[in-house]
């Protein structure tokens, strides 16, 4: 069926708009809303770049890793930081699903050169047949059984993030872009809030960390989703 058809089929179309609030709530979409004047009185220190090593899915070229990054280093101007990708290989999924992939990332061992490791999940025929499956469940039941990125909250320095996404109704609320400017705040240690100034105080104690005389110099540190510091390189 043609995605757009589905979506213009005008009952299914209410039925969409007025589950949207609970999509917002369900889902993984926003990290918290953006407090101005909070995050210009906090004070980030200087300009420090970290490395990203990036595991990349056939069809995903690196003119999309390069653009994608692009779009994550201007929310990190914010923050006076900025992610550096390292493209370290290309493979075939692991598995199906999202599991399937943090499993994997969890496992794999980050390289010496690598700050933070994150997996670009491509589209393919099967998953396009599951996203017009699971849209119809988020239609008849209100559940969104997709995710669009995740992060491991063992360390929060290993995440991956569908870096394919022109689908069904995913469009009218996320991007890739989006998704990983979100998943990259989990990959500084923000959880989800209402409000963002609890991540901007989460992002500042991490740069922090950069003093601390426990760190692995070579390593860019962090703090995980329950507050515990990250000064080493994970497994
Ligand atoms: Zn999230």
């Not at 909250?153 to 929060?156: I, S």
């Given at each position: 069926m043609n995605e757009l058809s589905f979506i213009q089929f005008p009952k299914l179309r209410y039925l969409l708009i007025a589950l949207i609030p609970l999509f917002v709530l369900t889902?993984?979409?926003?990290i918290g809303f953006h407090q101005e004047k909070i995050r210009e009185s906090i004070p980030f220190g200087e300009k420090v770049s970290f490395r990203v090593c990036v595991i990349k899915e056939k069809g995903i070229v690196d003119q999309d890793v390069y653009s994608l990054f692009g779009a994550w280093n201007e929310e990190l101007l914010y923050y006076q930081l900025k992610a550096d990708p390292i493209i370290l290989l290309e493979t075939e999924?692991?598995?199906?699903?999202g599991a399937d992939i943090l499993d994997y990332i969890i496992n794999f061992k980050m390289p010496e050169e690598c700050d933070r490791l994150l997996y670009l999940k491509g589209r393919t025929w099967g998953d396009i047949v599951f996203e017009v499956f699971t849209l119809g469940i988020f239609a008849g039941?209100?559940?969104?059984?997709?995710?669009q990125g995740a992060v491991e909250?063992?360390?929060?320095t290993k995440g991956y993030i569908k870096a394919k996404y022109i689908s069904t109704i995913q469009l009218l609320f996320t991007s890739p872009k989006s998704t990983l400017i979100h998943e990259g705040y989990h990959l500084l240690g923000c959880g989800h809030q209402l409000f963002m100034e609890e991540c901007y105080e989460r992002i500042r104690d991490v740069k922090l960390?950069?003093?601390?005389?426990?760190?692995?110099?070579?390593f860019f540190p962090n703090i995980n989703s329950s507050g515990k510091k990250i000064l080493k390189r994970p497994i």
């Open positions: 889902s993984c979409t926003t999924r692991p598995g199906f699903y039941i209100g559940l969104k059984l997709e995710v909250a063992r360390t929060n960390l950069l003093t601390d005389p426990n760190r692995d110099p070579s």
